[in-house]
């Protein structure tokens, strides 16, 4: 007996020939298929007609209600990073449909980003190379306001998941004295956990880390960051609705807070007028800090692996909306 292929709807804006590069492992047990348009009516369209649909990575196709309710036949949805804010969890849920991210495999690489933002901040490096590069020669001023070593500053981690765990370990092999809080505490973190208001109060360095929930929305306002010492950093590799960019940015024209590194807007890309845009001390990146060749190959295993589980009828890994991880076609 034939077996109807599976119908894999892939949603991230990449190349036809790379997505079903991705799933040629898999033969005529899916068949793959794009929206004819990259907007809602192009995914609305499409969806119909899906089994499984992963998402899209890039924040430009999301999968509202709307979506979900005209997918008679979706059952899983594979996110293509650990962040769920592009789909609508509660209609998927509501709907049955299990829900996994790719928890872990970017763990490393923005670990590494936020290390690598915290040395340029310290050390005004983007800063010197944009005067540099202007004809300038900031020598003296560079030895008059002093860089920072960094084991000599106190990192605070907000959020210890994947990510928040790599960045405290990679932050304490330089020799910096690592806390962090999050919503669930780690009894066997090496890092020393501290409430949020009393981690605040002892982070040169702020990292943020954890996803963006409605627990979450605005946790670190203009109030918290007032509770920050004088002059210290914030790196921001989790999502801009943690941090109200209004906040952050009257603690930066205050001078309250020395600096910032963000991979993260509340609009992407970053409209050019922003006033981000004309802060020297603020190091700006394109949501890129996960954007690593080893990252990306982590991520395709992952994808691949948890279709193939679907299909084949086994549980998948990482289903972060509660359902069962089974997978039931219908």
């Known amino acids: 007996m034939t077996t109807t292929p599976w119908n894999v709807?892939?949603?991230?804006?990449?190349?036809?020939?790379?997505?079903?590069?991705?799933?040629?492992?898999?033969?005529?047990?899916?068949?793959?298929?794009?929206?004819?348009?990259?907007?809602?009516?192009?995914?609305?369209?499409?969806?119909?007609?899906?089994?499984?649909?992963?998402?899209?990575?890039?924040?430009?196709?999301s999968l509202d209600a709307d979506a979900v309710a005209a997918a008679p036949r979706l059952a899983f949805v594979q996110l293509p990073q650990v962040g769920s804010d592009n789909v609508d969890m509660e209609a998927l849920t509501q709907a049955d449909v299990p829900v996994a991210n790719t928890a872990g495999v970017n763990?490393?690489?923005?670990?590494?980003?936020?290390?690598?933002?915290?040395?340029?901040?310290?050390?005004?490096?983007?800063?010197?190379?944009?005067?540099?590069r202007a004809g300038g020669w900031p020598q003296m001023e560079t030895l008059v306001h002093g860089g920072r070593e960094l084991h000599t500053q106190r990192v605070g981690i907000v959020g210890y998941g994947a990510i928040g765990s790599e960045t405290a370990r990679l932050f304490?092999?330089?020799?910096?004295?690592?806390?962090?809080?999050?919503?669930?505490?780690?009894?066997?973190?090496?890092?020393?956990?501290?409430?949020?208001?009393?981690?605040?109060?002892?982070?040169?360095?702020l990292v943020v880390a954890l996803p963006l929930t409605d627990e979450t929305h605005d946790l670190l306002n203009e109030a918290k960051l007032a509770l920050l010492p004088s002059k210290a950093l914030l790196i921001n590799v989790a999502r801009a609705g943690i941090v109200p960019e209004d906040g952050l940015l009257a603690a930066l024209d205050s001078g309250d807070l020395?600096?910032?590194?963000?991979?993260?807007?509340?609009?992407?890309?970053?409209?050019?007028?922003?006033?981000?845009?004309?802060?020297?001390?603020?190091?700006?990146?394109?949501?890129?800090?996960?954007?690593?060749?080893q990252a990306q190959i982590n991520?395709?295993?992952?994808?691949?692996?948890?279709?193939?589980?679907?299909?084949?009828?086994?549980?998948?890994?990482?289903?972060?909306?509660?359902?069962?991880?089974k997978i039931d076609r219908r």
């Open 107 to 132: 763990a490393r690489a923005v670990a590494e980003w936020a290390v690598g933002a915290a040395f340029s901040l310290c050390r005004g490096l983007a800063w010197a190379d944009r005067a540099v």
């Open 172 to 205: 304490s092999a330089l020799g910096c004295p690592v806390s962090y809080w999050t919503r669930r505490r780690r009894p066997q973190a090496p890092a020393t956990y501290r409430e949020l208001d009393d981690l605040l109060a002892h982070s040169d360095i």
């Open 9 to 61: 709807l892939a949603l991230a804006p990449l190349g036809e020939d790379i997505v079903r590069g991705l799933f040629a492992p898999l033969g005529d047990a899916v068949e793959v298929s794009f929206p004819s348009s990259r907007d809602r009516a192009g995914v609305h369209a499409a969806i119909a007609e899906a089994d499984i649909v992963v998402s899209d990575f890039s924040g430009d196709l």
């Open 258 to 293: 020395a600096g910032a590194a963000l991979d993260v807007f509340d609009v992407e890309p970053l409209p050019a007028d922003h006033p981000l845009r004309t802060h020297e001390s603020v190091l700006l990146s394109p949501h890129a800090a996960w954007a690593t060749t």
């Open 299 to 325: 991520t395709a295993v992952v994808i691949q692996d948890n279709v193939k589980a679907a299909v084949e009828g086994r549980p998948v890994r990482n289903v972060i909306n509660g359902l069962s991880p």
